[in-house]
């Protein structure tokens, strides 16, 4: 498996881990009565704790699995090789995290299917507002779309990875 | 409607030829991931014209010899 795919499963298990904590947290509160549907202040504090701590954690997340990896490769390049150096293991490591016009290409194609899921949410939210459902509603529809969006993204591109990519 | 192309190439053949040349090697070469140059073997991404060059001069070889093209349905 290669770095990218690597990168893309961390990434899709970070976002439904968020996402799965986020509805884990709301559904708990809702339940237990603390919060009703119409608190607006409850559900938009509730979603930009949820921001926040998903932006917290990719970071964290991201820095770790480099940092695995890093290491991984390290040990790996000593195994083949008992007498390579450092700046050979740096070289490994640098040449296993090159990024190249296949994978701008990637990027570029999962972004449209990210982008769409959000405005699809988007459209649903409102129409949900239509449909007489309350703002809390709404909000949810949106944060869901967004965060499976994003979701979907990096299965995009690890279904882009294995089965490969064609310009146009 | 424009009939499907398929891009075929001969980059594993050229590797063996060019004392067996790893795909690592092969990437490093053409400034790629290896990840790029096993999709591209394999038939799964065809590369820009710039990525296509640098592999043929990679071999030392014309983008003809490393490149080919089948047009779908054509007999």
Redesign the interface.
């Known amino acids: 498996m290669s770095y990218q795919e690597k990168k893309s499963i961390v990434s899709i298990v970070t976002g439904l881990v968020i996402l799965i904590a986020y509805f884990v947290y709301t559904y708990t509160k809702y339940q237990a009565g603390v919060v009703i549907e119409g608190d607006l202040k409850f559900w938009a504090g509730a979603m930009l704790l949820f921001i926040a701590i998903g932006v917290v954690a990719t970071i964290i997340i991201q820095i770790l699995f480099h940092i695995l990896l890093s290491v991984s490769i390290a040990i790996k390049a000593k195994a083949n090789n008992k007498e390579c150096d450092d700046k050979e293991i740096e070289k490994s490591i640098e040449l296993e995290m090159v990024s190249d016009e296949m994978d701008k290409l990637i990027e570029l194609k999962s972004n449209v299917i990210g982008f769409g899921v959000a405005g699809v949410g988007f459209v649903l939210g409102l129409i949900a507002l239509v449909l007489d459902y309350s703002v809390a509603v709404m909000l949810n529809v949106m944060f869901a779309s967004f965060s499976i969006g994003s979701i979907l993204e990096g299965i995009t591109q690890l279904y882009f990875y294995r089965k490969g990519i064609n310009h146009g | 409607m424009a009939k499907k192309i398929i891009i075929t190439n001969e980059i594993r053949k050229l590797r063996f030829f060019a004392n067996e040349m790893t795909q ?1 090697q092969l ?2 070469k053409v ?6 140059i096993i ?1 591209i073997e ?7 014209l710039e ?1 296509a060059f640098r592999i043929a001069e990679a071999f030392n070889v014309k983008i003809s010899e490393v490149f080919d093209y089948e047009v779908k349905g054509d007999k």
Do not use: C, D, H, N
């Not at chain 2, 400034?31 to 790029?36: E, V, Y």
């Open positions: 690592q990437a490093e400034g790629a991931s290896r990840q790029t999709s394999a038939g799964k991404y065809s590369p820009s990525l």
